[in-house]
């Protein structure tokens, strides 16, 4: 794998570079093609029902401290909790649209991302309305490495051994 944006490395004989594969996407991404819009449109309705389930199901957690009676400070505290960390997950996924996490930041902040599971959700049904979640850095980072790839495997023209040489004496005359 490259290290630069694991596209697999080019052995002898093939053709360059693969794209990334994304989530939902696999590799349509790159052409557009092969049911492109139907996924974008499948994971922005997907994401978004997704969501409202969530709130639903949080809404009923919330029923749930009412109806215990504990205190209205704990009540706050967890719709404080969750707001916070639902808008710090949206934040997270949606850079992690346009750069590549830190892997040890991205496992620090696990357990704020699940508890702030509805703000990535909203980042995924946002992003899609536009271009595929992480589609964007996967194309910057494909055509960088279509572009290496050209570069390396142009030839020159010529025999490099056959090369005049550019003094006036030739080699071996005095």
Same mark, same amino acid.
């Given at each position: 794998?490259?290290?630069?944006?694991?596209?697999?490395?080019?052995?002898?004989?093939?053709?360059?570079?693969?794209?990334?594969?994304?989530?939902?996407?696999?590799?349509?991404?790159?052409?557009?093609?092969? @049911?492109? !819009?139907? =996924?974008?449109?499948?994971?922005?309705?997907? *994401? #978004?029902?997704?969501?409202? +389930?969530?709130?639903?199901?949080?809404?009923?957690?919330?029923?749930?401290?009412?109806?215990?009676?504990?205190?209205?400070?704990?009540?706050?505290?967890?719709?404080?909790?969750?707001?916070?960390?639902?808008?710090?997950?949206?934040?997270?996924?949606?850079? @992690?649209? !346009?750069? =590549?996490?830190?892997?040890?930041?991205?496992? *620090? #902040?696990?357990?704020?991302? +699940?508890?702030?599971?509805?703000?990535?959700?909203?980042?995924?049904?946002?992003?899609?309305?536009?271009?595929?979640?992480?589609?964007?850095?996967?194309?910057?980072?494909?055509?960088?490495?279509?572009?290496?790839?050209?570069?390396?495997?142009?030839?020159?023209?010529?025999?490099?051994?056959?090369?005049?040489?550019?003094?006036?004496?030739?080699?071996?005359?005095?």
């Amino acid at each position: 794998m490259s290290d630069d944006n694991g596209t697999p490395d080019t052995t002898a004989g093939s053709t360059g570079p693969r794209p990334e594969p994304l989530r939902f996407f696999g590799t349509t991404w790159v052409e557009h093609d092969k @049911g492109y !819009t139907p =996924r974008r449109v499948g994971v922005a309705v997907g *994401s #978004l029902a997704a969501a409202v +389930a969530s709130c639903l199901v949080l809404r009923f957690a919330y029923q749930g401290l009412q109806i215990a009676d504990i205190g209205a400070f704990v009540t706050v505290l967890v719709v404080v909790m969750f707001a916070v960390c639902s808008a710090l997950a949206f934040r997270h996924t949606w850079d @992690g649209f !346009t750069r =590549r996490p830190d892997p040890d930041r991205q496992a *620090s #902040l696990r357990g704020l991302l +699940a508890i702030g599971f509805i703000g990535s959700l909203l980042a995924y049904f946002f992003r899609s309305l536009t271009e595929a979640p992480g589609e964007k850095l996967h194309r910057e980072e494909y055509e960088a490495a279509l572009d290496r790839h050209r570069r390396r495997t142009s030839r020159r023209t010529g025999n490099p051994t056959r090369k005049r040489r550019r003094s006036g004496r030739r080699p071996g005359t005095e």
